[in-house]
């Protein structure tokens, strides 16, 4: 005979199945209405966009009311966020281009209190302080209210975020140079910097033992060296290897930057070694053998957090929790691809041809091995067999070639890393990255990536950045604020190689 309290447990799981089955349905029909309302307003066209902005944007509480004034209704922001997401791209220009446009700050209350604020300079300092207050709070943009309400439901956080890829988008691909834009990004990137901050991050380690699901993304989201398959992902989070990543309780399961480490005895100079060899995949680590920690690989997952200090943050916290596991290990540096030499490369080649200076690029005798070697003939025709050549991978694989560009590739690798500056800063983005973590551009590497890819971006060298950690604080203030590379001799060396046979 059945016990009572397993009646009642039943009784109780089936009033749950029930409660359940009802609730979802109910969901669904809501989605449903949502859905259709939402079409009417698209057909609409801007007439259904200001409707739907002027009921979900509250208006800025009045400055004496602002801490009283009761949040507006959640369903306020899940219309927002399903009207949204049922718009089309040309459609999401147009209604983030007016939510800013409209929906910002009060610019004639803004002038109002400013104008204000000038005539209390003579007054006492609480009188001038309340008034800097009520400025500050009239540059709050109405949309800004929102989008803090909007971060407080199932599924905010994450919505903003792929809003702010979208705005991100719109300025890169320059669809809108509208200011009010410019700002509609700002506003966001100040809320997720505060959101995504470290405190608030988790660091968790990815091992095969992790859910499918992760797994599955770190895959997905492999943007330097991608995963052939499970065994190749299994290898990279298995034995000799580390793989780490930054969650967020707002978007549990979803890695937001992810980083992989390989422990080896020295600092490994090709990718070759890492990601395509299998001997170590079922093998035990010998903690004698792991001297080293190589950062071959991170990447940012999430669009909308560009410009969040992320992973930055990760290496660090990465250093400190593989010093606590292996405290012998002395050496930290990264094996890092030079995505943009290719293609600065064949710009200043075809410069060179155009402006006829090719001798001021290579050396007469330099020229005339590449003619050789290329089998071309003399003058101007050489740059152009030259930039054929490199814009194939079939170089790569003849040893006469490789010995005869290799001394002229390293050095013009050099100076694009060194030498050509973004607003006094490396104009390439990956050593940007780890010169301002206050790392040393340390040791370049030929034949690094013979892969396609890597041929193709960076003619197959890679860099290694070294993190001293007794200097990395000295090397990254050195950086931001002087504008200075901290690098090895090596590289010095291949820029002043550049500098005296270049004429440029």
Avoid at 138 to 154: A, D, G, M, N
């Amino acid at each position: 005979m059945t016990s009572h309290p397993v009646i009642l447990a039943f009784r109780s799981s089936v009033r749950c199945w029930r409660h359940r089955a009802l609730l979802r349905v109910a969901l669904e029909a809501s989605d449903v209405r949502c859905r259709r309302r939402y079409s009417t307003h698209i057909r609409g066209g801007v007439s259904g966009m200001e409707e739907i902005l002027s009921r979900v944007v509250a208006p800025l509480p009045s400055y004496e009311t602002r801490d009283k004034s009761p949040p507006p209704p959640e369903t306020n922001s899940l219309e927002f966020m399903y009207f949204y997401k049922s718009l089309d791209k040309e459609d999401k220009l147009s209604f983030l281009t007016k939510l800013s446009q409209d929906f910002g700050v009060d610019h004639k209350s803004v002038s109002e209190l400013a104008l204000k604020l000038l005539d209390t300079q003579i007054r006492d300092l609480a009188t001038i302080l309340l008034a800097e207050d009520r400025l500050r709070y009239t540059l709050t943009p109405r949309y800004k209210q929102l989008f803090s309400h909007i971060c407080r439901v199932e599924g905010g956080v994450k919505f903003l975020v792929d809003l702010r890829a979208d705005v991100l988008e719109i300025i890169s691909s320059k669809a809108s140079d509208s200011p009010h834009i410019r700002d509609l990004n700002g506003t966001l990137k100040s809320l997720l910097s505060e959101w995504f901050s470290v405190g608030l991050l988790r660091l968790e380690r990815i091992t095969w033992q992790s859910p499918c699901e992760i797994l599955q993304k770190i895959s997905q989201y492999e943007a330097v060296h991608p995963v052939r398959n499970w065994t190749d992902l299994k290898r990279r989070v298995g034995p000799y290897r580390r793989c780490y990543a930054f969650t967020h309780a707002a978007m549990p399961g979803e890695p937001l930057v992810v980083l992989h480490v390989a422990l080896t005895e020295d600092i490994s100079d090709n990718i070759q070694g890492i990601v395509r060899e299998f001997a170590t995949l079922d093998s035990d680590e010998d903690v004698n053998k792991i001297t080293s920690a190589i950062f071959y690989s991170i990447s940012s997952t999430q669009a909308g957090l560009q410009g969040v200090e992320l992973g930055n943050v990760l290496i660090k916290r990465v250093v400190r929790e593989l010093q606590s596991e292996f405290p012998h290990m002395a050496q930290f540096s990264s094996l890092s691809p030079i995505p943009g030499f290719s293609t600065w490369l064949q710009g200043l080649l075809s410069q060179c041809r155009k402006e006829g200076r090719a001798f001021d690029l290579l050396s007469e005798e330099e020229w005339k091995e590449i003619q050789h070697a290329t089998d071309s003939t003399p003058g101007t025709p050489t740059v152009d067999s030259l930039r054929k050549l490199l814009s194939s991978n079939e170089w790569m694989r003849s040893e006469r070639l490789c010995r005869v560009l290799e001394p002229v590739l390293m050095r013009l690798c050099a100076w694009y890393l060194y030498g050509e500056k973004r607003r006094g800063y490396a104009l390439n983005p990956v050593a940007n990255f780890h010169l301002q973590n206050g790392a040393t551009m340390w040791r370049l590497n030929w034949r690094a990536d013979t892969s396609p890819r890597g041929v193709a971006n960076s003619c197959g060298i890679m860099v290694n950045y070294r993190y001293f950690l007794n200097e990395t604080s000295k090397n990254s203030a050195l950086y931001l604020q002087n504008k200075v590379i901290t690098a090895s001799d090596q590289v010095l060396g291949f820029v002043s190689q550049f500098q005296k046979a270049s004429k440029l």
